[in-house]
């Protein structure tokens, strides 16, 4: 780029900040995403956004999501530090938001997990708390004693009040199943065990619900499960059909002693909708 463009920081109201949606530089707007951010919304961590400043205003070329977030959270006063260019062209604008967006590593799972709790961040400390219970630990690769399936650990966290402890159930239930075995620190198999377990958080025997696990290994029940997944299922929907195939042979062998257990309901497959002619 030309040396002599100016580039400064300088504090902005979001209010003045713009977003202009004819611009190759910028990406479509993702609701999703922003109810996110407003979700772990912190004024004190907010980065600096990248801004074009044009003859008629300040333009975002990157952070337009957490600028949206902080306009509702804050208002249009809430000053924004911002990292502003001058005198750019739409090449140079495009440069600077692929800079931003695509000529980076991404930062893996393990890496952010671990920060969350360096920062302790809540989910993130309950989290490592729970699987370290266990004689456990999170970790970038999988282990006789390392999970690295951080998506599955927040799903299962957040399926119930922490309190209750449904990790650290779930982690003791397939510990007493198949021991320090790596193959089941696998996400889908957490999953669907901490679901069984929730369905029947009254009733559930969680020595008999290990006595059924134990009965195959992980792989047999995983192969079974994908079999029943619709199409196009990926490793959270097949946790469905695996707890409900759980559940039947925990039925089958203790529903007499301990009652019966439920899983979730099977995706109906969709009818083929009618073509006029």
């Not at 140079?92 to 360096?118: G, H, I, M, S, W």
Request: hydrophobic residues 40%; glycine residues 8%; charged residues 25%.
């Amino acid at each position: 780029m030309p040396e002599a463009r100016k580039k400064y920081y300088e504090a902005i109201p979001v209010g003045q900040l713009k977003v202009d949606t004819q611009l190759d530089a910028q990406r479509m707007f993702q609701p999703k995403w922003a109810k996110k951010l407003e979700s772990i919304w912190d004024p004190e961590v907010l980065l600096p956004a990248i801004v074009s400043r044009r003859a008629d205003g300040d333009y975002l070329l990157d952070g337009q999501h957490s600028t949206r977030v902080a306009l509702h959270k804050e208002g249009e006063d809430f000053e924004r530090d911002c990292l502003v260019f001058e005198g750019l062209t739409k090449q140079q604008e495009a440069k600077l938001f692929l800079a931003a967006n695509r000529d980076r590593r991404a930062v893996k799972p393990y890496e952010n997990f671990t920060v969350a709790v360096t920062a302790r961040e809540t989910e993130a400390v309950q989290i490592d708390e729970a699987v370290r219970s266990c004689g456990l630990h999170v970790s970038g690769g999988t282990s006789k004693n390392g999970i690295s399936a951080i998506q599955a650990l927040k799903v299962v966290h957040g399926m119930r009040e922490a309190q209750d402890g449904l990790l650290t159930k779930t982690l003791t239930t397939v510990l007493d199943a198949w021991g320090h075995d790596p193959t089941s620190w696998d996400g889908m198999m957490l999953r669907a065990v901490a679901i069984v377990i929730d369905k029947n958080w009254d009733t559930i025997d969680l020595g008999a619900l290990s006595l059924t696990l134990k009965q195959e290994p992980v792989g047999k029940w995983k192969d079974a499960a994908i079999r029943d997944t619709v199409s196009g299922g990926g490793s959270q929907s097949r946790s469905i059909p695996l707890a409900n195939n759980i559940a039947y042979e925990y039925t089958v062998a203790f529903g007499e002693k301990h009652g019966p257990a439920f899983g979730l309901r099977k995706r109906k497959p969709r009818k083929a909708t009618a073509m006029a002619v």
